[in-house]
C-alpha cells in the first residue's frame, strides 16, 4: 500500500508541475504580446518607413553600390505619377520563356502623360528580377522644385 500512496504522490506533484509552468507560459506570452502592443503604440507610420527606404535607395547614387531589382522597384513604384521625376533604366536582365538570359535595352519612365508612364512603370516590372543588381546616377536638375534624372544601369 505504501508503494501505492508513493505513485499517486509522484502523479499528483508531475501533474502539478506542468499545470503551473503551462500556466506561467500562457502568462509569459500574455505579458510578451501587451509590451508588444505598448511599444507600437498608435501604429507605425507606414509612409515615413517607405520614405525612409526611398531616400536610402537614393543615397546609393554615385557610391559604386549596387541596389537591388526590388529596390528599384520600389523606387519607380514611388516616383511613378511623379512627373517631375523622370526615370531612365537600362540593361534589363530578364529571362524568356525558353529560360533563356535576355537584355531589355532601355524603359524610360518620363512622360508627363500619366497612362503613358503608367505602361511604362508596368513594362518595367514585368522585367525586373528582384535579384539583379543595378547601379544608381541621381541628378537634381532643381533641387527646390523636385526635379530629378535618375538613371539605373543593370550590371
Known amino acids: 500500500m505504501d508503494e501505492d500512496n508513493l505513485s499517486r504522490a509522484l502523479?499528483?506533484?508531475?501533474s502539478v508541475f506542468i499545470a503551473i509552468?503551462?500556466?506561467?507560459?500562457?502568462?509569459?506570452?500574455?505579458?510578451?504580446?501587451?509590451?508588444?502592443?505598448?511599444?507600437?503604440?498608435?501604429?507605425v507610420d507606414f509612409g515615413n518607413v517607405y520614405r525612409s527606404d526611398i531616400e536610402s535607395t537614393l543615397l546609393m547614387s554615385g557610391s559604386g553600390n549596387y541596389v537591388k531589382g526590388y529596390n528599384v522597384i520600389n523606387l519607380i513604384s514611388y516616383y511613378e505619377q511623379d512627373?517631375?521625376?523622370?526615370?531612365?533604366?537600362?540593361?534589363?536582365?530578364?529571362?524568356?520563356?525558353?529560360?533563356?538570359?535576355?537584355v531589355y535595352s532601355n524603359i524610360?519612365?518620363?512622360s508627363t502623360n500619366?497612362?503613358?508612364?503608367?505602361?511604362?512603370?508596368?513594362?518595367?516590372?514585368?522585367?525586373?528580377?528582384d535579384n539583379q543588381d543595378?547601379?544608381?546616377?541621381?541628378?537634381?536638375?532643381?533641387?527646390?522644385?523636385g526635379i530629378k534624372i535618375i538613371t539605373l544601369k543593370g550590371v
Open 108 to 110: 524610360s519612365i518620363d
Open 11 to 14: 502523479i499528483i506533484g508531475v
Open 83 to 102: 512627373t517631375r521625376v523622370s526615370i531612365a533604366i537600362q540593361d534589363i536582365k530578364y529571362l524568356d520563356e525558353s529560360g533563356d538570359v535576355k
Open 134 to 145: 543595378f547601379t544608381i546616377d541621381v541628378q537634381d536638375v532643381d533641387a527646390d522644385a
Open 114 to 129: 500619366s497612362n503613358v508612364r503608367e505602361a511604362a512603370y508596368n513594362l518595367a516590372c514585368r522585367y525586373i528580377m
Open 21 to 43: 509552468a503551462t500556466v506561467s507560459a500562457i502568462i509569459m506570452f500574455f505579458n510578451a504580446s501587451l509590451d508588444v502592443v505598448r511599444s507600437t503604440g498608435a501604429g
